[in-house]
């Protein structure tokens, strides 16, 4: 089974703090993604990367950024938090060149900005 | 473009009950359509998906969801509801001919599905 690993499940930060978030995968998986997760808006793309240092803005990356220097990692980054940005951070990934694929998840980190 | 949409909220059913949770899309080309579910504090789990062939795909834990094209939908079923298929529910498409952009996915708001005894 493919597994993805996000580092934290519960993390607390204050205003203007550099946050990351890290996320780990097991199945040499090509495309990864960052999700928040806010009730009634269901889940919005952040960020996604479908190679190494490759990386494209999806549908709500201001105040974000990321990296991926290994293929199995993919970190989120808030630049200086904010609390608008309290929210539950999904990271996924899926195999490259099938679109049909599923993306697997991790479990979440629910992250509170005070 | 691509969209979804799951019009209700919350689904209520009574344990044993056929349950229907629905959704439809927008795509310019064909779709793939998916179904995932998420139970609390945890991330989304992957329930079935539709590529093509047969409009009637079955998937995890007994649940089924059937295509429609001409109606764009794609609505999850399972004939006999059970206490532990509460949950969220989400839908989720993307366009076939969409071309870059690893697999990215179009998510629903999701459906909170809530099985009473």
């Known amino acids: 089974d493919v597994k993805v690993t996000q580092s934290s499940r519960y993390l607390v930060k204050r205003t203007g703090e550099k946050v990351f978030l890290e996320c780990v995968q097991d199945?040499?998986?090509?495309?990864m993604f960052w999700y928040r997760q806010d009730p009634g808006l269901g889940l919005r793309l952040i960020y996604f990367?479908?190679?190494?240092?490759?990386?494209e803005k999806g549908d709500i990356p201001e105040g974000y950024s990321v990296s991926r220097e290994k293929k199995e990692r993919f970190s989120l980054i808030l630049e200086s938090a904010s609390t608008n940005q309290t929210s539950m951070y999904l990271c996924?990934?899926?195999?490259?060149?099938?679109?049909?694929?599923?993306?697997?998840f991790g479990d979440g980190t629910r992250l509170s900005i005070l | 473009a691509q969209s979804v949409a799951q019009p209700e909220d919350q689904v209520n059913v009574a344990e044993g009950n056929p349950l229907t949770v629905k959704c439809t899309y927008s795509?310019?080309?064909?779709?793939?359509l998916f179904w995932y579910v998420q139970y609390p504090n945890r991330g989304l789990q992957f329930l079935l998906k539709?590529?093509?062939?047969?409009?009637l795909v079955k998937g995890s834990y007994g649940f089924e969801a059937e295509f429609n094209k001409s109606q764009t939908s794609f609505h999850l079923k399972k004939p006999s509801a059970l206490v532990s298929d509460s949950a969220l529910y989400f839908c989720?498409?993307?366009?076939?001919?969409?071309?870059?952009?690893?697999?990215?996915?179009?998510f629903g708001t999701g459906t909170q599905l809530k099985v009473e005894l």
């Open positions: 996924a990934s899926s195999l490259q060149g099938w679109s049909n694929q599923p993306q697997h």
């Open positions: 199945m040499d998986h090509e495309n």
């Open positions: 990367s479908y190679d190494v240092k490759m990386k």
């Open positions: 795509v310019s080309g064909n779709p793939y």
């Open positions: 539709y590529i093509t062939g047969d409009n």
């Open positions: 989720a498409v993307r366009d076939e001919g969409l071309t870059g952009g690893g697999n990215k996915l179009t």
